[in-house]
């Protein structure tokens, strides 16, 4: 008999542990996940012991019939339901209805000069690529792997932009490719990671010394979330990035929340730990102190979270409802820019009453939360992306979402135009601020060179003096051939053997020039056909 008294509370401790193994909640009052937990345990605690605890009751004398036996049974249920009373008056008094003059004080946003913070475009450091290119360019690099296939897939749930040896790449892990290759293989863990360059699409299977033992792909006491937990059991983690650090080591960043507003509200970062993906070794760094090669601290979500309140609080609470004065939002979408060898969240800034036009941009640095905003109006990224489609609609291309760069002091939207199986096809460059300007070419470079030339005859003073070029020759070889219906002269220089085009219809003074003639040309480098663009011929 004692036994059997014993027995329902066992089975009750049992059943705890493993939804706590299995669901891995915070062990903190801040915790969503943990209230859930809560609610749910003590329903399940009540079930498990229903009938110890009625019969226990009932052996009272002072209880007597069905009707004290149900008021009691319904105060027992009063248990959780006290549970998701506390927890719903805790949000109340934690949201931005009750406390919106510390949500708008979340994020500091100060007002930057474009011109100054970004600067004209670097060919070798434009990120041509966006995150589902890179995926279907991941995917395909794996399947051309004999040796992995097999065993393993692409883990593109952990797809993560980077700034890798001052150049932006995209890095993702593998994953073993079911619970039965997990058998096989967890003895050498994972044995690659996938580099992508954003710049030149250029993709690499890193094959490492040592596998990966730690990951979201593994079971039991190595899964990386449960290993984290059993360290850290009341630090409430938000996501795992998977970044490699200038030597190509890899690391899992998992980012720590914390609660400023009330015992829900205001999600910040108080730090990271640090987790080496092979031996498993982490440590915690405040978010003042992470180094600086990690790029991704703050997650764009919870950026453009913090600047939407930002935006729309100003005023309070109600006025961001009725009135909506002074009132904007991010608009709908976003890219990434390397910028001061971090990795920075870009999106336009709109009115809430759904203009079609921005009034401005913000940049955000996901390593240090610094915000920079911009008061430059212009076309949405919506509308500059139909504005490039429409370019080439006989194609069927599609535009990425944009990226924002500094063209000549122009702010410009840059997109990649891809086709049906998402490989980038085409560039396509439009002015924020008169958006009918539009240029689409085959290189970045070419796209380049012919959105300068429509600027100039728009009458946008174009100049720069940080990428034009000039040389000074006697030409030793000529060439022409047309493409697309125009007619391109190649030339080489006496001493040289770079190749400059040039555009015959916007310089007719070439079709002068022979051989042994001097000239002097005004150039820019095209470095992914390896030619200079000549923009001047005297």
């Known amino acids: ?77 009063l248990i959780p339901a006290a549970f998701a009373l506390f927890y719903c008056i805790g949000s109340l008094l934690s949201s931005p209805i009750i406390r919106s003059k510390a949500y708008y004080e979340l994020l500091k946003v100060e007002t930057s000069n474009f011109k100054e913070d970004v600067k004209e475009v670097d060919y070798t450091q434009i990120p041509i690529l966006d995150k589902d290119s890179a995926e279907r360019l991941a995917e395909r690099e794996m399947g051309s792997m004999v040796d992995m296939v097999s065993q393993y897939e692409v883990s593109v749930a952990y797809n993560t932009q980077i700034n890798y040896q001052t150049k932006p790449v995209r890095v993702i892990p593998l994953e073993y490719g079911d619970i039965i290759k997990w058998l096989t293989n967890r003895g050498r863990g994972i ?38 937990r059993f360290r850290y059991p009341t630090a409430m983690f938000r996501g795992y990035n998977f970044e490699i650090d200038d030597n190509g080591t890899p690391y899992w960043i998992c980012p720590i929340e914390q609660k400023t507003i009330g015992l829900f509200g205001g999600t910040d970062i108080k730090g990271i730990v640090l987790v080496n993906a092979v031996t498993g070794e982490d440590i915690y760094y405040d978010v003042a102190d992470v180094p600086q090669w990690i790029d991704e601290v703050y997650d764009a979500g919870l950026l453009i979270q913090q600047y939407d309140y930002y935006g729309t609080l100003k005023n309070g609470f109600l006025n961001s409802i009725l009135g909506q004065r002074d009132c904007l939002q991010t608009t709908e979408g976003y890219n990434y820019i390397a910028l ?7 999106t336009g800034v709109t009115s809430v009453t759904g203009d079609e036009s921005n009034v401005g941009f913000v940049l955000m640095n996901q390593r240090t939360k610094e915000t920079r905003y911009y008061l430059i109006s212009g076309a949405k990224e919506i509308s500059a992306m139909s504005s490039a489609e429409g370019q080439v609609q006989h194609l069927g291309y599609k535009a990425t979402f944009p990226l924002l760069l500094n063209i000549e002091g122009e702010p410009t939207y840059f997109l990649a135009l891809k086709d049906g199986a998402g490989l980038v096809k085409k560039y396509a460059m439009v002015n924020i601020q008169k958006y009918q300007i539009v240029a689409t070419g085959d290189t970045v470079a070419e796209c380049e060179k012919t959105y300068v030339d429509l600027m100039k ?29 125009n007619t391109l002269y190649y030339i080489m220089l006496d001493g040289k053997e770079d ?3 040039v555009e015959v219809k916007s310089h007719l003074s070439i079709l002068q020039k022979q051989i042994g003639d001097p000239i002097t040309l005004e150039y820019i480098e095209d470095s992914e056909r390896n030619v200079y663009l000549v923009l001047a011929v005297k």
């Open 340 to 346: 001061e060898d971090d990795v920075w969240v870009y």
């Open 191 to 228: 044995p690659a990671y996938i580099r992508i360059d954003m710049t030149t699409q250029d993709v690499e299977l890193v094959k490492l010394q040592e596998g990966m033992k730690y990951s979201p792909a593994e079971h039991f006491g190595r899964k990386l979330q449960r290993y984290l």
């Open 1 to 77: 008999m004692k036994s059997k008294k014993w027995l329902p509370p066992i089975i009750t401790l049992v059943v705890w542990f493993g939804m706590f193994y299995w669901q891995l909640p915070a062990l903190n009052f801040h915790s969503n996940d943990f209230w859930v937990f809560l609610v749910i345990a003590a329903g399940v605690g009540i079930v498990i012991n229903l009938w110890s605890i009625v019969e226990k009751l009932l052996s009272r004398e002072d209880i007597q019939g069905q009707e004290k036996k149900l008021k009691l049974f319904k105060k027992f249920l």
């Open 457 to 485: 005859g728009s009458g946008i003073d174009t100049i720069s003096t940080e990428k034009t070029k000039t040389i000074t020759g006697s030409i030793t070889a000529i060439k022409d051939i047309v493409s697309d219906g």
């Open 499 to 501: 190749l400059f085009e």
